[in-house]
């Protein structure tokens, strides 16, 4: 069986969001599709060896 997938919510203010919309546009990329990713390096990045 596949491991299930977490979901997380953030609470972000509407000015950033529509900012951080445009730069996942600019990626071809969905707003939280570009969160993923985000989270996905940060914490890769964070728990090198």
């Known amino acids: 069986m596949a491991d299930e997938k977490k979901r997380m919510t953030l609470l972000i203010d ?6 951080f919309k445009k730069l996942a546009i600019e990626q071809n ?3 939280g599709n570009l ?4 989270v996905n390096d940060f914490v890769k990045e964070n728990f090198k060896q």
């Open 14 to 19: 509407p000015e950033i969001f529509e900012k």
């Open 29 to 31: 990329r969905t707003a």
């Open 35 to 38: 969160g993923t990713k985000l």
